[in-house]
């Protein structure tokens, strides 16, 4: 296989852009690392990469959220079962409450967890 551009050439791999076979002198080592035949597709790829950042971030952000409020919940669960064993004793609210409390908590811990190790 040789350069799309340079016939005599051996091609070192493809362009992340258009695919095109490239050979080591017109192998661009751009910002993003990744092979380019040219500015243009160097560009592109830049591009690209920083698309997939954000939606990156994004995710993180929202399971982030997804966490907090998971906690949130469990916080208010947590108060039910309190409000029942302080009132009316009743043990399977109580028993519930606490229940559904923790295992929302856990999650919303875990959920937080995983949001701050991407
Ligand atoms: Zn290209
Ligand atoms: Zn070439």
Excluded: Q, W
Excluded at 28 to 45: D, Q
Excluded at 53 to 76: F, Q
């Amino acid at each position: 296989m040789n350069c799309a551009r340079h016939p005599e050439s051996m091609a070192i791999g493809f362009c992340c852009s258009c695919g095109r076979a490239i050979c080591a002198n017109c192998h661009r080592a751009g910002s993003t690392g990744k092979l380019a035949c040219s500015p243009e597709c160097e560009k592109e790829i830049a591009e690209r990469d920083s698309a997939l950042r954000l939606v990156l971030t994004r995710t993180t952000r929202s399971t982030k959220g997804a966490g907090i409020s998971t906690i949130v919940l469990g916080a208010l669960f947590s108060c039910l079962g309190i409000y029942h064993l302080l009132f009316d004793r009743h043990a399977v609210l109580i028993g519930l409450g606490f229940t559904i409390g923790l295992v929302f908590i856990v999650s919303g811990i875990i959920l937080v967890g995983i949001a701050k190790k991407k």
